[in-house]
């Protein structure tokens, strides 16, 4: 867990340079200091549970076993990306991982979580789809159809909201009239609980907990509470909370609280952390060179992967396809 | 050949392809005890039991969505609207998830969804559930738009939706699902994305889908007995839209009426019309003519209802325009 | 109350026949058997106070002082109705006595209370909207953005659940995580009560307790439990309950509970109840007349109410006009 | 006359309203704190206070339906929608409220609310964030839709919106913030449902809206060296459709582009050339000719997604098809 949190947090920082040189464009949300979240949570998961989340998806990706290659290469817009370089920052997904996404819509990927959990129940497994989504993603209907769906139906749902106190630039307590988000769970009669979302050791354990109880009763909702130390997208002007704020949440760093637990224990000592952190320096920058030299998509592949199956042969023939009707 | 209603055709297209595909599954608003609003899933509860007909709570984001994401995990799941005018409360499940997963994520997985949503005036439920926006939906690459007019396209296209890897907006019409026609014996099976040639005619061509398929074939009777033998086109599909059975009529009779439910401005006649001079400019001896909804919402009250909707006097003045 | 419930009651059972003779066209919801809510609830507004429903609005319309031939004018489509006949059963209005629909798109009125609440409020006036709404409108997103920004932003809205049990033909328990609509509240930490819906009495001295409530503190959430005696509108098969239960709740029907209560009180005898029943048949024998004999809107007036502002005039030279295009 | 920037134009006209008008009230997502996600808001909240300038939930079903709501009750909202993409989520707010209250209740209250959504696809955004589906909009009679393609229409009609009794879907463009231009002195109000001629020419027509005026502007710059005089014609709304100008253009040019920046089928251009012909069939010396987006999902790589949207050069070659 040690590593793919640094994996996380070297691979956004060189993420962040490659947007200030307008290597990568578009929107790019960094998952810095969230990164216990992702780790703790997706520890747990096994192999046939389906994983989704919003567009903030580096470090769930990543902890879904998409390798730092696949994740660069995505975010500078390439044909070896996750998604062939159409998704970008905000839609990767690999689902040979059980990682169905990177999600931009707030709030649209929790009725797809709903769907995911229906077809795994109705074939009869006992999958669990883990569901991330943030504060400000709960005060919007999907929200309210997902989890009222999870519970008459009994979906094998774990729905896991990060709580980092803001939706862009609004407060859990200006945007939502609980600002326990977990107190949202009583109106549907959904166990839940509320934790600690900065120690991955914390969060492991409540990920355990509430997985099993989705495994054995259905739906359950875990709030943890966390915090994003970068803007909300590259450009946040940040007039909605202070340095200060800022810095009190910066001591308690996921990745320096992990490190103390590591180093208090007596297996590991500090030179193996460093030697763990200069091993992911590698992998970055080996991520970088990959990303770099992949080629770009082929100008065809605009028209590719709309449609699964082909239209019917005589569209072709109408001669609009010339005027670039492309799939229509 | 065996005479169906078309509620009967769509009610045995779902039947069969259930009774084919474990991975079909229905769900949406009475679909199950209830038997369907409008009576086409009547029976499917006993038969198929709660675990393949689910009844859904109001939230028409969560029907579609739901829908999606058990499309992405491998079901054939048909969602079904209650009207198409709750289609715009589940819009962005339509438009941004079902018609857009697929691409966006480079092809990884499909989107095998079917959303059946019933359109349509003329019953006076007044403006909000009388809607005719079949066009809107077109504008979407990604999605599929189906909407037959009669029982055998309704059959067979309904089929090949259920069977398709892609996501299809299946338009049915609350006023045709007393209407009859023959059905083929056996399997019934029509393609999406080609139009068809329902009625030969030499002096005009009459482009048309879904109710208005019928409305015009009454307008050509009349014309017939004016000695003026109408050609008319059955979209079937409005994307993917098959111009070419209409390219063809054209080209012969140099005269083209469009004729469709929904409203003028921004609909499925602009673009066929559109498209009709694109391909085939030098063969217009007349203005093309457009037959379409008044362009308001629509009243409660019947006369004023009738008035916006386009009826069969409103295509013969229309072709009286282009001879 | 009482003039007015049996009001309801005798208008609906004639706008039934009205229906099966085709002089009524598309949906027809009854309110029979719900009568003591709406009369309940309204009893107690002030005149500044809106209101707002559902499709399911006759009984309201009458109690917020519609007049029984404007409504029945309505029903028929004629000119002389509440909405011009435009609107028909599902879309009665009149907002100089502040009521502002009958709205047929489940759910989507809440966020319509919301928005004439937060007006009220911006003004400064102490006026409270009521919005009356179904148990299964409780289940679709508006609910959720409704009731929460209703709370964060501290709009004086007093929410009225009509539970009868069932939307359409699903089962409160099949269609809600929670079978006590009350209870969704708690997931907004607003104000709540379930009261009984069939004895007009108790519902008035709940109403007047939110309505207060309202008034000083904010959004409460009232859960009012009726029962609809007749199908969910004209031609519901009702395969969804069994005439049992119909019957064993048409016991306390909200009418002879009423009319008990008050032949118990020692001022009114019997016979002036049942002259109050012969003065409403005349009144809804009159509303007819005055319908059937009231004139259809005039051909032009499709055109009419549409916008509120006339087109720039170029526009009118557009011949297109001629084809149809009315207001576009 | 004073150089502005779409931004300050927008924001100008949005502060004067607030300033001469206390029925205005400002409501959507980061508005206030943030300033507006495009600054266009920016300084509204400590000038006019949380009463006035409003941070909503990200919920925008009750945005709009709050909206709604206010101006039943009088006052005149407007609504801020950050991107068009979301209002997928209010759709039926939009179409099914905005558009419908005023005429299904027979006129008893006018709905004077103004919706601002940004549009427009080049920023790699990926499918669901770059759409411009402005003529789904204009499908839906009750609403009037506009889309400025320079300062002193954004700030002109954005006053006449606000000032409006009716609903207005004021459509700007993520890309155009920057655009600069001039913009009269004082009161600048201009009116919706009229179209502009942005540039005279004898040659051909060119209509078009929103970004693409800038884009068809350069291309008629790159014309003229050739010789070629484009005339364009700016609908500036596309609801009401104003084709007067664009008419009598074509009637003098005998040739007609139509540029849009969304997709072509069922899109802006396909009502425009519907119209051209219906109105101006003898003056039509060549097809008209649609410039629009491909028909995809626009793809979040840079080269691709160019590929997909409407460049200058694919205006010069649709106008060599003409010529
Ligand atoms: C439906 C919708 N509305 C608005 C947006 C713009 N938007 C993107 S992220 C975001 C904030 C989401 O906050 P939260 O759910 O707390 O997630 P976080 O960014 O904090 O991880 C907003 C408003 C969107 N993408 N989708
Ligand atoms: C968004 C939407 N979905 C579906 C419908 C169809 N419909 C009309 S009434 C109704 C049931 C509503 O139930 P409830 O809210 O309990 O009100 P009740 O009819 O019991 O008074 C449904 C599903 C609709 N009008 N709007
Ligand atoms: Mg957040
Ligand atoms: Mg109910």
Redesign the pocket.
């Known amino acids: 867990m040690y590593h793919e949190m640094v994996l996380v947090r070297r691979l956004e920082e060189r993420a962040a340079t490659l947007y200030q040189e307008g290597k990568i464009g578009g929107f790019l949300h960094l998952y810095i200091g969230q990164e216990a979240v992702g780790t703790g949570v997706i520890a747990v998961r096994q192999p046939q549970d389906r994983v989704i989340t919003a567009y903030r998806d580096h470090g769930v990706a990543l902890s879904c076993g998409i390798s730092a290659r696949a994740v660069m290469a995505e975010l500078l817009g390439k044909a070896t990306g996750t998604s062939k370089g159409k998704g970008g920052s905000m839609h990767l997904a690999d689902v040979k991982r059980n990682f169905w996404g990177g999600h931009a819509i707030v709030g649209a990927h929790l009725p797809l979580a709903a769907g995911m959990a229906l077809a795994d129940k109705y074939r009869g497994s006992d999958a669990v789809t883990i569901c991330f989504f943030g504060d400000g993603a709960t005060n919007i209907g999907y929200f309210h159809e997902s989890l009222n769906l999870s519970m008459i139906w009994h979906l094998p749902v774990l729905w896991v909201c990060e709580n980092n106190l803001y939706g862009m630039g609004t407060s859990v307590e200006r945007a939502s009239a609980v600002s326990q988000i977990r107190q949202k769970a009583e109106g549907y009669g959904m166990p839940n609980e509320r934790g600690e979302g900065m120690d991955v050791l914390q969060v492991r354990q409540a990920a355990e907990r509430s997985l099993a109880a989705v495994r054995s009763d259905g739906p359950f909702l875990l709030e943890l509470v966390t915090y994003r130390f970068r803007g909300h997208s590259m450009g946040d002007p940040e007039r909605y909370r202070t340095s200060d704020e800022v810095q009190k949440w910066q001591e308690n760093d996921p990745i320096g609280i992990f490190r103390r637990h590591l180093s208090a224990g007596p297996q590991i000592k500090a030179d193996e952390l460093d030697a763990e952190e200069a091993r992911v320096a590698d992998e970055v920058e080996d991520a970088v060179r990959f990303a770099e030299s992949s080629p770009a998509p082929a100008p065809e592949e605009l028209f590719q992967d709309i449609y699964a199956e082909p239209e019917p042969p005589r569209l072709g023939s109408v001669s609009t396809d010339r005027q670039g009707q492309g799939q229509a | 050949m065996p005479i169906l209603t078309m509620r009967e055709a769509i009610s045995q297209a779902l039947w069969e392809e259930m009774e084919r595909d474990e991975r079909v599954i229905i769900l949406g ?2 679909v199950g005890v209830w038997g369907g ?1 409008y009576a086409v899933t009547k029976g499917f509860y006993d038969h198929f039991g709660p675990e393949r007909v689910l009844d859904t709570p ?3 984001g969560v029907i579609v969505g739901a829908a999606n994401g058990a499309a992405m995990a491998g079901l054939h799941p048909v969602a079904e ?3 198409i ?2 289609a715009f ?1 589940a819009m962005d499940q339509i438009v941004n998830h079902s018609a857009k997963l697929r691409s966006m994520f480079g092809g990884q997985f499909n989107m095998p969804v079917v959303i059946r949503a019933v359109g349509g005036g003329g019953r006076q439920l007044g403006a ?2 009388s809607q005719t926006p079949d066009a809107i939906f077109a504008h979407f690459p990604g999605l599929k738009v189906v909407a037959p007019g009669t029982p055998q396209d309704a059959k067979g296209l309904l089929k090949t939706a259920i069977r398709s890897e892609d996501p299809v907006l299946f338009i049915e019409h609350a006023t045709l699902y007393q209407a009859k026609g023959e059905v083929a014996e056996g399997e019934v099976l029509e393609p999406i994305g080609v139009a068809k040639i329902q009625r030969p005619g030499r002096d005009v061509t009459i482009v048309t889908y879904s109710k208005m398929l019928q409305v015009s074939l009454q307008a050509a009777e009349q014309l017939a007995r004016q000695g003026i033998e109408a050609e008319i086109v059955d979209l079937r599909s409005l994307r993917p839209l098959d111009m070419q059975p209409a390219l063809d009529s054209f080209r012969r009779t140099n005269r083209a009426v469009i004729v469709e439910e929904g409203w003028r401005s921004f609909g499925v006649g602009a673009e066929v019309s559109a498209r009709l001079y694109e391909e085939a400019f030098d063969y217009a001896d007349a203005p093309i003519q457009r037959v379409a909804q008044k362009e308001v919402p629509l009243p409660y009250n019947r006369e004023l209802e009738q008035a916006a909707l386009p009826q069969v006097d409103d295509i013969l003045a229309a072709v009286q325009r282009v001879l």
């Open positions: 608003e009475e609003t109001i939230a028409e609207l209650m009207t005018n709750f409360l909000t559930h």
